[in-house]
């Protein structure tokens, strides 16, 4: 007992107190039971206590248990509802104000609403709903009808629907790594347009050191960097900016298809100083760590901008398609961040202007110039050196920070103390009074601002996560603040902004109103060199200004930056992670692909893409997205560089490489009866013009997969063979030269083969050695180039099973432009014919009858026959005559099992 003292203001004694409340309902304590021994055979029934559910069901029936005794009465009791359980989601994202704990409901929980637990579902949660890291919609073949009818809704749209409920995972499905699924029929089977819906073409993982798509993709949407890469002319097998062209001419050509950098990776992986840098993935290791992806990812992106420069930078100044080796002496490191020094006498200027007259090269974009100054401490000596830079390193304040100084701290102070940097370091003085290594402090001006600004933010770094996550906590301190003071506000109604993605509002709480990336930066350049920047946080608009005059350009030294392109590590729990990027596509690319002006944001997450808005660039959460990389280009970037929708690969280089092809083996054969070289331009097939291609592949990696007993045995395949191009065969279709090959070249490897396959490819051990070989051998780049060529001339290809060669290959031609003879003969709903059976059945032909296997100018010459066979039988005057062979040719296949029978 005791005594409740009240007290009021009010000075007539008014108390407001309620004398008459309930007391509060508390969770009853769990039922304590004595021990039982079930071994014990004495041991009666009737101790088992009763479920009350059950007791009161036989109690309302009138049917009372022949086990309820008086005895038991206390074991009898009403037991309520146990206090519901928070879910983690929840409880990470709980934030203190005060007394009082909030958190967004980041898994759709309802007032007074519990769920069951689960073992006491009739009904299991659907495995897409559970949250799991791998997004898979299945098979092209499994489209469910629910789905059919739902065409109207994305498919990112419905994985956001199914997630409403009971998902325990922070990070949205459109964020997560997504993984193809593979069936017996391969990959061809797997569904890709459910995860892009848009006209821009994603870009698939399963191919090693993947890791770089979202980076390939950032590079792509930046006008010059296409042009340049494009345009670029050299001879070098693995020249990775060459490499970069010809995948950007893959990206342009078929709306919304899924692509792969196969051709690019593979001229990747062979450089030295990858690997010397450690930029490659060896997937047979441990799961890599999420610091060590976005370390990686960082220092991909200083190599390649490397690359960029030296390779434009040589052929500027060579005047010729060579280069050096495009590893590059002086990679780059911490230090230099891919830039490069020069005396003080050099002229940099100079060496800018005469790169310039030779086209748009890499330094032109990404390089600013910079002036160290380096001042001995100890003899005051002052030296100075010009430089250049093609990446920033964003590093977060050196002082600790209080939380009224993160609160002003903003984006823009980061950046001018990581553009003017200042470090005090050991170096050689070579003053008479020194000469040794002394203590000097070196400072960076800024000369010359970059067109592009590239900002590696570090956040891979514990010191830069740990000002990440205090930022973080500030701006929500702040959305607290601005909701407290707000008309009608609360403290529930925010929820960390500049954290949560808009498109993610339900789950992830409401549109922030505050953030702290900006998505335009101005930056001046003063004559002593100091930096002055301010920022905007609000996004550019997604119509496109009119084009502004000269008078409205920005002063002298100071240029006028926007977002474009910002790539985020996502984090999930057992894995390392995986990069998504979102960019700011411009307006020439929307009138390439969709024909309209304008410019809008999307989500590149490898093969899946869809739309997102401005916002969701620039926020991040430290629990499960962080950027890792930031684009920053001038607003007139495109229109400095004339970038236009339309930008064709070099025809004359493209030329050159097939009328000067020269074998590489050491002791090459002559040219066969059966290939006619071309020597002259016009003798290349022209616009319309007919070839049959056929390609023959080697295994580098066989192919890992499990075998699982479910009532049957199921083969499920984990990992596809990693299989490389060795033989590339076509053959002319229509002219005097009608059957003959004019390409016929064996592909030279520089990487281990684990199996020739020599009874499906026809090619030996020693066909791809150019000491041994007596083929005729080259590089993948030089049949490569041969093949873009004739998708440039506008030919069209006829094959058997393209899709698989062209994937291979590396090689996306417009669909009017392929000609497949296994769609030709071939009745929906039923089985695919092979090549063999075809030729046997209707022309009369035993093919692949070699002891080598296949020979893919065989293949290629049986398929031009079958697509004459396929005119001809349309052409006829008898309608049915078509429809009539077709069903022949499947109801003797369906006699003989498909297979061709043995010759006698």
């Known amino acids: 007992s005791g005594t409740i003292h009240h007290f009021t203001a009010d000075p007539e004694g008014t108390s407001l107190f309620n004398a008459e409340s309930y007391a509060t309902d508390m969770a009853s304590a769990p039922l304590a039971l004595p021990p039982m021994n079930v071994d014990d055979d004495g041991t009666p029934l009737s101790c088992i206590p009763v479920d009350p559910i059950i007791a009161s069901f036989h109690t309302r029936g009138h049917e009372p248990l022949l086990s309820e005794c008086d005895h038991l009465a206390e074991n009898n009791r009403m037991i309520l509802r146990p206090v519901p359980v928070i879910p983690d989601a929840v409880l990470q994202r709980l934030r203190h104000s005060a007394f009082i704990g909030h958190a967004p409901n980041a898994v759709g929980l309802r007032a007074n609403h519990a769920p069951y637990p689960a073992h006491t579902r009739t009904r299991a949660t659907p495995r897409r709903l559970k949250g799991t890291a791998t997004v898979t919609p299945g098979f092209i073949r499994q489209r469910n009808r629910s789905e059919r009818d739902d065409k109207s809704l994305s498919p990112m749209k419905r994985s956001e629907r199914d997630e409403g409920s009971g998902t325990t995972s922070l990070v949205p499905k459109r964020y997560r790594r997504v993984d193809i699924k593979y069936s017996y029929l391969g990959v061809e089977d797997f569904n890709f347009g459910f995860y892009n819906r848009t006209n821009f073409c994603g870009l698939e993982i399963h191919i090693p050191n993947a890791y770089c798509n979202s980076m390939l993709q950032v590079l792509y949407y930046l006008g010059p960097v296409r042009e340049l890469a494009m345009t670029h002319e050299n001879d070098n097998e693995f020249c990775l900016t060459s490499e970069l062209g010809f995948l950007f001419h893959m990206l342009d050509q078929v709306p919304g298809c ?3 950098a196969t051709n690019f990776l593979r001229a990747f992986r062979t450089i030295p100083q990858v690997a010397a840098l450690g930029l490659l993935l060896n997937e047979d290791e441990v799961e890599p760590t999420p610091t060590s992806m976005m370390s990686m990812l960082q220092a991909w992106n200083r190599f390649m901008l490397t690359q960029l420069d030296k390779s434009t930078r040589h052929r500027t100044a060579s005047g010729s398609g060579k280069t050096d080796d495009e590893g590059g002496r002086g990679a780059p490191g911490r230090g230099g961040q891919g830039g490069r020094r020069s005396g003080r006498g050099r002229g940099t200027e100079d060496t800018h202007a005469d790169c310039a007259s030779g086209g748009v090269e890499g330094h032109m974009i990404f390089g600013s110039h910079t002036t160290q100054a380096s001042t001995c401490l100890s003899c005051k000596n002052v030296t100075e050196r010009d430089g250049s830079l093609l990446v920033y390193e964003l590093e977060s304040p050196m002082r600790e920070m209080s939380d009224e100084d993160m609160a002003a701290c903003e984006f823009r102070h980061l950046l001018h103390d990581s553009m003017c940097r200042v470090t005090v370091a050991k170096a050689w003085c070579g003053q008479t009074q020194c000469n040794d290594y002394k203590t000097t402090r070196h400072v960076r001006r800024v000369t010359k601002l970059p067109d592009v600004l590239a900002i590696n933010c570090n956040t891979d770094k514990p010191k830069e996560r740990a000002f990440w996550e205090r930022k973080q906590e500030s701006l929500e301190a702040m959305d607290l603040a601005a909701a407290a003071t707000a008309e009608g506000g609360t403290a529930a109604g925010t929820g960390g902004s500049g954290i949560w993605d808009a498109k993610e509002r339900d789950a992830l709480g409401p549109v922030p109103t505050h953030t702290w990336l900006p998505h335009q930066l101005r930056i001046r350049v003063g004559v002593a060199g100091d930096v002055i920047i301010t920022q905007a946080l609000d996004p550019v608009p997604a119509t496109p200004p009119p084009t502004a005059d000269a008078s409205e350009d920005p002063p002298e030294g100071e240029v006028l930056y926007e977002l474009v392109a910002s790539v985020a590590h996502v984090a999930e729990t057992g894995t390392g992670g995986n990069f998504v990027a979102h960019i700011r596509v411009p307006e020439i690319y929307h009138k390439m692909k969709e024909g309209i002006s304008h410019n809008a944001w999307y989500l590149f997450n490898d093969f899946a893409v869809s739309n997102t808005s401005p916002v969701s660039a620039v926020t991040y959460n430290a629990q499960w997205k962080l950027p890792v990389i930031l684009y920053y280009a001038r607003v007139d970037l495109n229109r400095k560089y004339n970038c236009t929708p339309k930008v064709s690969l070099p025809m004359a280089m493209l030329e050159r490489r097939l009328l000067t092809d020269v074998s590489l083996a050491v002791t090459p054969t002559e040219t066969p009866p059966h290939v006619h070289r071309i020597t002259s331009v016009a003798e290349i097939p022209a616009e319309g013009s007919l070839v049959a291609i056929d390609a023959e592949f080697v295994s580098l990696a066989k192919e890992e997969a499990e075998i699982r007993s479910e009532g049957y045995t199921k083969k499920s395949t984990l990992k596809p063979a990693h299989m490389a191009c060795a033989r590339i065969s076509v053959v002319f279709g229509s002219g005097p030269h009608k059957g003959k090959a004019f390409i016929d070249d064996y592909i030279k490897t520089s990487e281990p083969v684990v199996d020739y396959l020599t009874k499906f490819s026809g090619v030996q051990a020693g066909d791809l050695d150019p000491g041994v070989s007596t083929k005729h051998l080259t590089t993948l780049k030089n049949s490569y180039s041969k093949l873009v060529l004739l998708q440039l001339r506008g030919v069209k290809f006829v094959g058997h099973g393209l899709p698989k060669d062209f994937r291979v290959i590396n090689l996306s031609p417009p669909r009017a432009q392929v000609i497949d003879t296994v769609d030709l003969y071939h009745i929906p709903q039923q089985r695919k014919i092979s090549l063999k059976f075809l030729a046997w059945f209707v ?58 029978p043995t010759a006698p």
Request: glycine content about 4%.
């Open 258 to 260: 899924n692509c792969q």
């Open 843 to 900: 022309l009369g032909v035993q093919m692949q009858q070699s002891f080598h296997g296949h020979d893919s100018v065989e293949d290629s010459a049986t398929a031009l026959a079958l697509y004459d066979k396929y005119l001809e039988a349309k052409a006829s005057d008898d309608k049915a005559a078509w429809n009539t062979l077709l069903q022949s040719v499947y109801e003797e296949g369906r006699k003989l099992s498909f297979k061709v």
